[in-house]
């Protein structure tokens, strides 16, 4: 099952929102779960079964979608934010990753 | 406290082999799936590797299947990746992970592996 993440990169202010889009190329339910990595760190579960936010990740973080079609929003941003961001797919073996959405916060 | 603390890793020619540790402790080890992933560099994450509770289950990325091995001591509670036929584009930071429903919710520190000549 292959994830396509959009956009790849991104800019946005502080305070701002963003929206991160991953399309599964077949339906998953909703085995979907988003990431946080940041340089030289282990990736953080930040949701889990595409809208259960993990415990103690802030309620900016939210995640929604079914089927082949899941997006990530973060609003309120923070300079914290800027990291990478990965989607992930348990539904099937070969477990997949989405290729990765690079955030900048300005 | 939940923790997963990895060692092994390192430089290693192509070709060769290379084995993996990741040591948990603060949760009941044999109830839980345990995975491998990995990021080459400049890359994105790469699932490699899982293993079911009861070590009877394990399925691979195709490019490792054949060459890595995942394996668990229970008593010991620790998570394992042999990789041999070790290739340049083996080279990566390697997690261990565990594998809660619906996601992997704790992770190891990450461990560099090397493949060069």
């Known amino acids: 099952i292959q994830l396509t993440q959009s956009p790849s990169s991104l800019s946005a202010s502080v305070g701002g929102r963003v929206t991160i889009t991953c399309r599964a190329s077949?339906?998953?339910?909703?085995?979907l779960a988003w990431y946080q990595k940041n340089p030289g760190k282990a990736p953080k579960l930040l949701i889990s079964?595409?809208?259960t936010l993990q415990s103690g990740v802030p309620s900016r973080f939210s995640g929604s979608g079914s089927g082949t079609h899941f997006t990530l929003t973060i609003t309120s941003l923070q300079p914290e934010d800027s990291a990478a961001y990965y989607c992930?797919?348990?539904?099937?073996?070969?477990?997949?990753f989405g290729q990765g959405t690079r955030l900048e916060i300005e | 406290e939940v923790q997963l603390v990895q060692s092994g890793g390192g430089l290693v020619q192509p070709g060769g082999s290379l084995g993996l540790s990741c040591a948990v402790s603060?949760?009941?080890?044999?109830?839980?799936?345990m995975a491998w992933v990995r990021q080459a560099p400049g890359k994105g994450l790469e699932w490699v590797a899982n293993?079911?509770?009861?070590?009877?289950?394990?399925f691979y990325v195709d490019s490792v299947r054949g060459r890595f091995s995942i394996s668990r001591d229970n008593a010991k509670n620790s998570l394992y990746l042999h990789m041999s036929s070790l290739r340049v584009e083996d080279t990566a930071v390697y997690y261990c992970?565990?594998?809660?429903?619906?996601?992997?919710?704790?992770w190891g520190q990450g461990t560099l592996v090397t493949v060069s000549s």
């Open positions: 992970a565990r594998v809660a429903i619906r996601g992997y919710d704790f």
């Open positions: 079964d595409a809208s």
């Open positions: 603060g949760f009941s080890f044999d109830g839980y799936g």
């Open positions: 293993i079911k509770q009861d070590e009877n289950d394990k």
């Open positions: 992930q797919q348990l539904y099937d073996y070969p477990i997949t």
């Open positions: 077949q339906g998953i339910s909703t085995l």
